[in-house]
């Protein structure tokens, strides 16, 4: 009986070990309030892709365009960041499958904005009408910064129509 309890001892006291050594881990993988607190520490920027959200919306028509908000929404936590000019490299899903579409730019490409928790940026998406119509419920792109393109692909996720000839806004404050 003695060696049986001394093994279920044993085996409960590795459980235990490995247990914190997996809680470490895990606390090692997201910023505690002391890490965040400690000098030098540095937040994630919002403008990589996995920390911040995006969503397409149907926006007010044109003559001669429909136009769609891609608005991007920074969790808290993450530290701001700058964006400027049109997103890059957009490509449209449909149903996870890629549309022949691809987009041009429009507007100027040098103002600078400024992202992060609670200070929301979106962008245009403006087709032409009477450019057939190819639907979409996703949007994948690269966004900008003053000084070069963001690594990674952010993706923004919403029902639009796209065709030829349709082009991306620059990213503007506000959602």
């Known amino acids: 009986m003695r060696r049986i309890t001394r093994k279920f001892a044993v085996t409960a006291a590795v459980a235990a070990l490995v247990g914190m050594a997996g809680g470490g881990a895990a606390q090692a993988l997201s910023p505690t ?16 892709p996995a920390n911040h959200t995006a969503k397409i919306t149907v926006g007010p028509a044109t003559t001669g365009h429909r136009h769609y908000r891609v608005t991007l929404i920074a969790a ?6 700058r964006l400027a000019g049109s997103p890059t490299d957009v490509r449209f899903y449909h149903h996870g499958a890629l549309n022949a579409v691809t987009a041009g730019q429009y507007g100027p490409q040098g103002a600078v904005v400024n992202f ?3 200070h929301p940026v979106h962008f245009d998406i403006q087709v032409p009408y009477g450019a057939g119509g190819a639907p979409a419920d996703e949007a994948t792109f690269t966004l900008k910064a003053p000084d070069g393109v963001i690594p990674g692909e952010s993706t923004a996720y919403g029902p639009l129509t796209v065709g030829a000839g349709t082009v991306i806004g620059p990213v503007r404050p506000g959602a």
């Open 76 to 81: 808290p936590g993450y530290e701001p960041c």
């Open 116 to 118: 992060g928790p609670g």
């Open 33 to 48: 309030a002391a890490a965040v607190a400690a000098p030098g520490y540095h937040a994630p920027s919002a403008c990589r």
